[in-house]
């Protein structure tokens, strides 16, 4: 099995913000392959589905994005998951709008979910899905930007982007980290 945490923020004021890219990969996996309907369990809405022989568990915290890691250690233990078999899928101001990095570890990057997910599980080696953001946004107002929603501009190719973010947490679950790295970071 396969853990999807998708990081973002709960309630309708967020919904459709920057900092709400993981959940609305989670609800375009969800719909694509006609996964059960996300019910409330501990720390997060939880779903699963099933793409070629593996299953996936789709996470969406409740915690809120700066304590995502609570999510992340109690949905690993009750599935029996090892971490190797986590990917998050989250934004990343430091990248273009919808370029996509898989990584395997690495820093926070200043991004308090993953922080968040660090600290609470005591490691920092654990897939990431980063889904660029790009940081068009004024000095000392970075807080503001993530939970605007997408530009007009961006809005046109939303779409598109959030499936290449599907197609990269599929490729994670079926190729394993490294096949997956190949296939998502190309230049």
């Known amino acids: ?11 309708p004021e967020y919904a459709n913000t920057r900092h709400n890219i993981g959940f609305m990969v989670a609800d375009y996996l969800a719909a694509k392959f006609d996964a059960p309907k996300f019910e409330l369990g501990r720390h997060a809405f939880v779903t699963e589905f099933k793409s070629k022989g593996q299953t996936y568990a789709l996470v969406k915290p409740t915690t809120y994005m700066n304590l995502s890691g609570k999510a992340a250690r109690h949905w690993l233990s009750a599935f ?24 395997g570890q690495g ?9 968040d997910i660090q600290a609470m599980l005591g490691t920092d080696v654990y897939a990431r899905l980063r889904f660029g953001v790009d940081a068009n946004f004024p000095k000392g107002r970075q807080v503001d930007y993530v939970l605007e929603p997408f530009s007009a501009d961006e809005r046109i190719d939303l779409i598109t982007r959030i499936e290449k973010a599907g197609e990269a947490v599929l490729a994670f679950g079926a190729l394993g980290l490294e096949r997956a790295m190949n296939a998502v970071n190309v230049k």
């Open 80 to 103: 029996k998951i090892p971490v190797e078999n986590m990917i998050v899928v989250t934004d990343d101001l430091a990248l273009p709008f919808g370029k996509l990095r898989l990584k």
């Open 1 to 11: 099995m396969i853990l999807v945490l998708c990081l973002g923020n709960i309630g």
């Open 107 to 115: 820093s926070a990057g200043g991004h308090n979910g993953l922080k």
